[in-house]
């Protein structure tokens, strides 16, 4: 019954802007709140080469991203600063790596059905000014690609969350030992997945 959709696992970094910012609780909140439920955490400062590895799990995430950001300057009329898409991730990736070593971060595994699609809806988009009010990054940050480009920095967007299932395993191996990682029961999931809601009348 392991492939059934409550079993799906994704991985959550608050990054070190939220921890400053003191949005800890409140980031826990949005995703317990919802129904997920926390299978692994830990706090950590990341090594350069943890975070290199991190955002590169993907062999195709540097022409990807290069390309995707590309075409949000053409599609704003902007030039983009490199036509080689190779070039443009090197910067993003190099201040990604600073951004994300100048303090600890919190790892975090959460568990349940849809669980890297439910927790990218509560996340929001990558950008947080036009990431939409209600998600994490709409109602928590203003940084903008404008204003990160301006400053030749990572944007400031509070969290990562895995893009896709196959993702979400990648990242999780990477972040966590298998035993640190953990299989339990909480009585909300009677609610959220529970068939027959036999338990409720005794
Ligand atoms: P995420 O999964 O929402 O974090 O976004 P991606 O996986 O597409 O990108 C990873 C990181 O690369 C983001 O958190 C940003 O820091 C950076 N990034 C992605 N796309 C862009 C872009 O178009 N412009 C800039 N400046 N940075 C970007
Ligand atoms: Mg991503």
């Known amino acids: 019954m392991k492939n059934h959709p409550k079993y799906e696992r ?34 950590m400062i990341p090594t350069a080469e943890l975070i290199e590895q991190h955002y590169t799990l993907d062999p195709e995430w540097r022409v990807k991203t290069g390309l995707k950001t590309i075409k949000g300057y053409v599609d704003k009329g902007q030039t983009p ?48 000014l036009s990431s939409p009010v209600g998600t994490i990054r709409g109602d928590y940050v203003l940084d903008s690609y404008r204003m990160s480009d301006t400053d030749n920095r990572a944007v400031r967007n509070l969290v990562h969350a895995s893009g896709s299932v196959k993702e979400a395993q990648d ?13 339990y029961t909480v009585s909300a999931e009677q609610m959220l997945y529970d068939v027959n809601l036999d338990g409720i009348l005794g």
């Open 171 to 183: 990242e999780i191996a990477h972040w966590f030992k298998k035993e640190e990682v953990f299989d």
């Open 81 to 128: 600063p490199h036509t080689d898409p190779l070039k443009i991730t090197g910067i993003i990736l190099k201040n990604l790596v600073e951004y994300m070593t100048k303090g600890p971060v919190i790892a975090m595994v959460w568990q349940g059905a849809h669980a890297v699609e439910i927790v990218r809806k509560v996340t929001g988009g990558t950008e947080p």
């Open 10 to 43: 994704t991985l959550v970094i608050i990054k070190p802007d939220g921890i400053q910012r003191s949005l800890i609780g409140e980031i826990f909140k949005r995703y317990e709140q919802i129904g997920l439920k926390l299978v692994g955490v830990k706090m």
